[in-house]
C-alpha cells in the first residue's frame, strides 16, 4: 500500500497523495463504527450515509456564527414551532400510554400538527428569507469546530438509539431497511430546510482547526525550511528568479503542511478510536459481546440481554460514523448535502469493512485504505483506458464519447463486483478475525 | 368558480388528483412488493435489489421502445412500450437467473445464513445493476410513452358530464390497474392452483420436508426468479409509463415496497398488496394540497387561503418510512400475520 | 438380506464421529425401533439411510441393492418414506395440498393413494380443507404419515414420532403406526418413549455411542435385566 502511494506520489503528485490519505483516514473511521456494528454484533447498518450527514450537519450548527438578523425575525418563531411540535407528540405519547382513545389521540396529534406545521412554515419563510444569497438561515452557535466532531457523534448516537429501539428487537432485516430509510430522510431533510443548514445552498467556508495555507505562507519558518530543502536547486538559478521559485516552492509547501496536520489529527483520533474499542472488547462488557457473537447457543439463553446488549454497540457504532461525518466536513470546509449519496457513503464504507474482515479493526483501517484508493484512482483509470482506445479508433466517435461520459458510473459495478468476490471467495476479509472460536 | 357548496365537483376533483393516481401508483407498488414477498419465501432474503433491477427491466422496455419506433413498428393508439414488455421480460429473466447462478446459489448450496447473506449480496448486486442502468441510459429522467394519452381526457369528460370539474383517465393508469389486476389473479391461481405453484408454497412452508417431498429446490428457485422478473419488469414499465423514468427514483422506490412488504406481513403475498395500496394512497392523500377541494366544499367566507398540504411533496418517502415504523411499534407481524419476527 | 439393511454404518458431522459400525434392518410389514441414550447417533442413522447424510464406510441396501450412492430424492423414489421429529408438515397448505405434495415426484394418478390414505386416516377427510396449522398434534401427525405414504413406499422411516406430545396423543400415534405396518410397510422408528416403544415393536436396537448395544425383539429386551436397568428405569 505505502509503495502504491509512493509511486502516485512521484507520478501525480504529493498533496494528492496526502488528500487521499486523509479521506482513507476518515473512511478508515467510519468503517471502524460500521465494523464495530457488523463485526462484533452482525447488525446490519444500510443507513450510514445518514449518520454522516449528521455529523456533517453538526460542523455547520457548531461552528458557523449565529446569523442574528435570521435569529430576531424568526429564531423565536422557529422555537416556539419546534415546541409545539414536541408537545404534541409528547402528549401523544402519554395519552397513548394511558390508555386513552386511539381516535381522540390521532386527532390531538392531527391538529397539533397542522398548528406546528402552520407556525413552522412562517417561521421558516421569514428565515430564509434574510439575505438569502449568503445566509438564509439561522447559523449556528460560533464555538470551536472541534466540539462539533463530540456533537457530530452524540446526534448520531440519538438517531441511533431511536432507531435501534424499535428495530432490534425484530429481524435483522428490519434494522437494514429502517436505517435505509432513516438515513434518506436525514438527506430529504438537510436538502428542503433551507432555514436550518441552507439546503442545496451549501455551507461554505466553515473554520479550520489547522492553519490556512495563506498564513503558512507567510511564516518565516516554513519559508525558512522550505528554501533549506531546495537550497540547491534554488542556487542554480538567478537572483531574481530565486524568489518567484521560492515562493511557488512554499506555496506548494504550504498547502501540504496543512494536509499534513490533518493527517495528524486524524491518524490521533483514529489510534485512540481503535485503542478504545480494543480496551472494551478485553473488558468484561467485550467478553460478552464476543461470547453472544459466537456462540449462538449462549446468545439465545441471553434473551433480551442481547436486544440491549446489540442496541449499545449499534449507539456507538453510529456515534463513531458521525464522528467521521463530522470530520469530512470539517476536512472539506464546506457542507454539500447533494454530494450525500449511499454509494460513496454507505457502500463504499461496506465493501472497507468486509474486504478488511469483519470483526477486525485493523481490517478496516487496511480496507479503507485499498478501497479508497481503488476508489479515487478507478475513476481517472477509467478515462484512461477510454482515451487509449480512442487513440485507436477515429476522432469523434459518437459511442466513445457516449462511454466516456457514463464511464464512472461502472465504478458502481466494480465496486458491486468487488464485494461480491470478497463474500464468496474469501469471506472472512484479508485480516480474518481469529478468535472466532471462542 | 361558484361560491355554493358543490359535492359532485369536489370528489370529481378528488377522483382524479387523488383516488386515480394512488390506484395506480398502488397496483405499480404491488407488484414490486409482490416479487419481494416471492424472492423473501422462497430464498429466504429481502432483496435490496429490487427498485434496481426495476430500473433494469425498464431499461430494456426504454430500449426496445426506442428501437421499435425508430422502425417504425408501432401500433396505433397502444404505447410501443407495451408490446415490447413481453421481449423485456425475458431480457430480465435472463439478467436474473444468471445472478442468481453466480452469486445467490452458492450460498443456498453451502447453507448460509441466507437472511444476513442474501441482503450483502444483494446490495452488492443492488449497485452493479444500477450501475449498468446508470451506465447504458444515464443518471436523467426520461420519458417513453407514446400512442394515446388519455383513454378520456378532461375535456371529454366536462362535456359528457357537464361538470365544471374533469377527470381525466391517462391511459398508462388504465394500463396500470388492467394489467396489474390481471397479473395479480394470474398470479395466485398460479400459486394455488398449479401444481408448480403448489410446490412454491411448499418449499417456502418447509425447505426439506420439500426436499423429502421430491420438490427439486433448484427448479423452484428457477420459476420464482421467473416469475419475479415479469412482476419486476411490468412494474417498472407501468411506473416508467405514469411517472417517467430516472434510475435514482426507481432506487429509491425500495422504500414504499419494503414498507408495503411489511405493513402487510412479511411473506404474505395478500399483505403485500394491501400494503401496497395502504401506502400508496396514504402518499397521495398526505401531499394532496386540499385547497381546490376545500373551496368547493365550504362557503365562501371559510375558503383557505394556503395550500392546505398536509406534507411536502419532497417529503413522500418519509410518509413510508413513517408507517414502517408505525407498523413496527404496534404491530410487527403486520396486518397479515407475516411469518418470522425474530430474525433467523 | 432384509429388505431394506444398512449394514456397519460410520459416520461423522463434521470431525465429531456419530456412528461406529451400526448395523441396523427391518423386514416388510415389520416394525423395528431404535432406542437409547440421547446422543447416541439415533437419528444419525435415519439421516444415513435417507442420503441426508454421507457414510464414512458401511452400505445400505434395499431388496438386496446398494443404494448407498443414490441422492435422498432418488431413494425417495425407490420407496423410502421419512417422516421426521418436527416440522413435518406444510403449515400453511392444507390437508389434501400436504398429501398432493407427498405424491410430488409421482407422474400417476395421485388420486386414488390419497383415498387411501383417507380410509386410513377417517378423520383427515373430514379436515381435507383444513390448513395443517390449525389441527391438533395427534392430527398433524397423521398428515405427516399421510403426506409420507403418498408416493407408496414400501419403508417408513419415523424419527421420533411420539416427542413433546401428551400419553393419549401418544397411543394415538402408536396405534397409528401398527395401521401403517399392518398395512404391509416395514417401519424403522427412532424413540425416545424406549418402554412404549419395545412394547409394540417386533425388534429393538439399543444404541449406545454409535454402536449396537443389543438386538433383539421387543419382548427380549423388555425383559433384558441389563436393558430394564440401564435404558429402562428399572
Redesign the interface.
Given at each position: 500500500m505505502g509503495l502504491v502511494l509512493l509511486f502516485v506520489g512521484l507520478n501525480q503528485s504529493w498533496a494528492l497523495v496526502l488528500g487521499i490519505i486523509n479521506l482513507s483516514l476518515i473512511s478508515a473511521i467510519m468503517a471502524l463504527g460500521v465494523n464495530i456494528q457488523w463485526g462484533y454484533a452482525?447488525l446490519?447498518n444500510?443507513g450510514i450515509m445518514g449518520f454522516a450527514a449528521l455529523g456533517g450537519v453538526s460542523v455547520v450548527l457548531i461552528s458557523q456564527q449565529p446569523v442574528t438578523e435570521a435569529i430576531d425575525v424568526g429564531g423565536l418563531k422557529m422555537l416556539f414551532a419546534l415546541a409545539l411540535g414536541a408537545i404534541t407528540i409528547v402528549t401523544g405519547v402519554v395519552l397513548n400510554k394511558k390508555g386513552f382513545n386511539k381516535w381522540l389521540i390521532a386527532t390531538i396529534v392531527v391538529i397539533g400538527?397542522?398548528f406546528t406545521?402552520?407556525y413552522f412554515s412562517e417561521a421558516a419563510d421569514v428565515i430564509e428569507k434574510v439575505d438569502p444569497a449568503i445566509t438564509g438561515y439561522l447559523g449556528g452557535f460560533g464555538l470551536p469546530v472541534a466540539f462539533s466532531w463530540i456533537v457530530g457523534g452524540l446526534a448520531a448516537a440519538g438517531a441511533a438509539w431511536w432507531i435501534g429501539k424499535?428495530?432490534l428487537?425484530?429481524?435483522?432485516?428490519?434494522l437494514?431497511?429502517?436505517t435505509?430509510?432513516?438515513s434518506?430522510?436525514i438527506i430529504?431533510v438537510v436538502?428542503?430546510e433551507d432555514w436550518f443548514v441552507r439546503g442545496v445552498k451549501n455551507v461554505a467556508g466553515l473554520p479550520r482547526p489547522v492553519p490556512y495555507e495563506v498564513d503558512m505562507q507567510k511564516s518565516e519558518w516554513l519559508q525558512n525550511i522550505v528554501a533549506w530543502i531546495y537550497s540547491s536547486d534554488l542556487e542554480l538559478l538567478a537572483q531574481s528568479e530565486q524568489v518567484a521559485q521560492l515562493s511557488a516552492y512554499v506555496r506548494g509547501a504550504s498547502v501540504i503542511f496543512v494536509k499534513l496536520c490533518y493527517s495528524g489529527l486524524f491518524v490521533l483520533i483514529l489510534v485512540a478510536l481503535i485503542m478504545l474499542s480494543n480496551l472494551a472488547l478485553n473488558s468484561p462488557w467485550g467478553r460478552k459481546v464476543r461470547a453472544i457473537r459466537d456462540n449462538e447457543v449462549a446468545a439465545s439463553a441471553m434473551g433480551k440481554n442481547i436486544t440491549r446488549q446489540h442496541l449499545q454497540i449499534f449507539v456507538i457504532g453510529s456515534a463513531i460514523v458521525g464522528v467521521a461525518g463530522a470530520l469530512l466536513v470539517t476536512y472539506d470546509g464546506i457542507f454539500i448535502p447533494t454530494a450525500y449519496v449511499p454509494?460513496r457513503f454507505t457502500?463504499l464504507i461496506?465493501v472497507m469493512v468486509?474486504l478488511g474482515g469483519s470483526g477486525n479493526n485493523l481490517g478496516s483501517v487496511l480496507g479503507a485504505f485499498i478501497i479508497w484508493f481503488m476508489w479515487i484512482q478507478s475513476g481517472p483509470m477509467g478515462v484512461w483506458a477510454v482515451d487509449m482506445i480512442s487513440s485507436f479508433a477515429q476522432e469523434g466517435n459518437a459511442s466513445l464519447e457516449f462511454i466516456e461520459?457514463?464511464?464512472h458510473?461502472?465504478?458502481?459495478?466494480?465496486?458491486?463486483?468487488i464485494?461480491?468476490l470478497i463474500?464468496?471467495f474469501s469471506p472472512g476479509g484479508i485480516l480474518p478475525e481469529k478468535n472466532k472460536e471462542l | 368558480m361558484s361560491d355554493s357548496i358543490d359535492i359532485i365537483n369536489a370528489f370529481a376533483l378528488l377522483t382524479n388528483f387523488v383516488l386515480l393516481p394512488a390506484l395506480s401508483y398502488g397496483s405499480q407498488l404491488a407488484l414490486g412488493a409482490l416479487a419481494v414477498t416471492l424472492v423473501y419465501s422462497i430464498l429466504r432474503?429481502?432483496n435490496?435489489a429490487q427498485g434496481d433491477s426495476m430500473a433494469f427491466g425498464t431499461m430494456i422496455v426504454i430500449l426496445l421502445t426506442g428501437f421499435m419506433i425508430g422502425n417504425g413498428w408501432t401500433v396505433t393508439g397502444i404505447p410501443t412500450a407495451l408490446l415490447v414488455i413481453p421481449i423485456a421480460i425475458i431480457g430480465t429473466s435472463i439478467y436474473m437467473l444468471t445472478i442468481d447462478r453466480?452469486?445467490y446459489r452458492?450460498y443456498r448450496r453451502i447453507k448460509a445464513k441466507q437472511?444476513?447473506?442474501g441482503?450483502?449480496?444483494s446490495?452488492?448486486?443492488?449497485?452493479?445493476t444500477?450501475?449498468?442502468v446508470?451506465?447504458?441510459l444515464?443518471?436523467t429522467p426520461q420519458r417513453f410513452e407514446d400512442g394515446e394519452r388519455f383513454i378520456f381526457s378532461v375535456r371529454e369528460f366536462k362535456a359528457f358530464t357537464g361538470l365544471e370539474q374533469g377527470i381525466a383517465l391517462k391511459t398508462s393508469q388504465f394500463l396500470t390497474i388492467t394489467i396489474a389486476f390481471l397479473l395479480v389473479a394470474f398470479l395466485f391461481y398460479f400459486l394455488q392452483k398449479t401444481?408448480t405453484g403448489?410446490?412454491m408454497?411448499?418449499y417456502s412452508?418447509?425447505q426439506?420436508?420439500?426436499?423429502?417431498?421430491?420438490?427439486?429446490p433448484d427448479k423452484v428457485v428457477q420459476i420464482t426468479w421467473l416469475l419475479v422478473a415479469a412482476l419486476t419488469t411490468i412494474a417498472g414499465a407501468l411506473y416508467g409509463l405514469d411517472k417517467g423514468f430516472a434510475p435514482q427514483q426507481y432506487h429509491?422506490l425500495?422504500?414504499p415496497i419494503?414498507?408495503s412488504v411489511?405493513v402487510g406481513g412479511?411473506g404474505s403475498p395478500l399483505g403485500a398488496i394491501a400494503g401496497a395500496f395502504l401506502v400508496s394512497f396514504s402518499e397521495v392523500l398526505l401531499t394532496y394540497a386540499y385547497k381546490k377541494f376545500l373551496i368547493y366544499l365550504l362557503p365562501l367566507s371559510m375558503h383557505p387561503k394556503?395550500l392546505v398540504q398536509?406534507i411536502?411533496t419532497?417529503?413522500k418517502?418519509?410518509i413510508?418510512?413513517v408507517i414502517?415504523?408505525t407498523v413496527?411499534?404496534i404491530r410487527?407481524t403486520g396486518l397479515f400475520k407475516g411469518k418470522?419476527?425474530?430474525?433467523? | 438380506m432384509a429388505y431394506l439393511e444398512g449394514a456397519n454404518l460410520v459416520a461423522a458431522y463434521g470431525v465429531v464421529p456419530i456412528l461406529h459400525e451400526c448395523s441396523v434392518e427391518v423386514e416388510k410389514g415389520e416394525l423395528a425401533v431404535i432406542v437409547g441414550p440421547n446422543g447416541a447417533g439415533k437419528s444419525t442413522v435415519m439421516r444415513v439411510l435417507?442420503g441426508m447424510l454421507e457414510a464414512t464406510s458401511g452400505s445400505v441396501t434395499l431388496e438386496g441393492k446398494d443404494i448407498s450412492m443414490l441422492s435422498?430424492?432418488d431413494r425417495?423414489?425407490k420407496g423410502l418414506a421419512?417422516v421426521?421429529q418436527t416440522?413435518?408438515?406444510?403449515?400453511?397448505?392444507t390437508v389434501e395440498?400436504n398429501l398432493?405434495?407427498?405424491g410430488?415426484?409421482r407422474k400417476d394418478d395421485i388420486s386414488k393413494t390419497i383415498e387411501e390414505v383417507y380410509s386410513l386416516f377417517p378423520i383427515l377427510h373430514e379436515k381435507r380443507k383444513q390448513l395443517a396449522e390449525e389441527l391438533s398434534g395427534g392430527q398433524r401427525q397423521q398428515v405427516a404419515f399421510g403426506?409420507a405414504m403418498m408416493?407408496k413406499p414400501s419403508v417408513m422411516l419415523l424419527d421420533e414420532p411420539t416427542a413433546g406430545v401428551s400419553p393419549i396423543v401418544m397411543d394415538e400415534i402408536f396405534s397409528n403406526i401398527l395401521d401403517v405396518r399392518n398395512a404391509g410397510m416395514a417401519v424403522l422408528m427412532v424413540e425416545q418413549n424406549a418402554q412404549q416403544a419395545l412394547n409394540i415393536a417386533d425388534k429393538g436396537y439399543v444404541l449406545v455411542s454409535g454402536r449396537n448395544e443389543h438386538t433383539g425383539t421387543g419382548r427380549e429386551l423388555i425383559n433384558d435385566p441389563e436393558v430394564r436397568k440401564k435404558f429402562l428405569g428399572g
Open positions: 452482525g446490519f444500510v400538527y397542522l406545521r402552520h424499535i428495530t428487537s425484530l429481524r435483522t432485516d428490519y437494514a431497511i429502517a435505509l430509510g432513516i434518506e430522510i430529504y436538502k428542503n454509494l457502500f461496506w468486509i461520459d457514463r464511464v458510473y461502472l465504478r458502481l459495478v466494480f465496486m458491486g463486483t464485494l461480491l463474500m464468496r | 432474503f429481502s435490496f453466480l452469486v452458492h437472511n444476513i447473506v441482503i450483502t449480496a446490495i452488492g448486486v443492488m449497485f452493479i444500477g450501475g449498468i446508470r451506465f447504458i444515464g443518471a401444481k403448489k410446490a408454497r411448499a412452508d418447509n426439506e420436508l420439500a426436499l423429502l417431498s421430491g420438490i427439486d429509491l425500495l422504500l419494503f414498507a411489511i412479511i394556503s398536509l411536502g419532497e417529503y418517502y418519509a413510508s418510512f414502517l415504523v413496527l411499534l410487527p418470522v419476527i425474530v430474525g433467523e | 435417507l435422498t430424492q425417495i423414489s421419512f421426521p416440522k413435518n408438515v406444510f403449515p400453511s397448505m395440498e398432493q405434495m407427498g410430488f415426484i403426506r408416493t
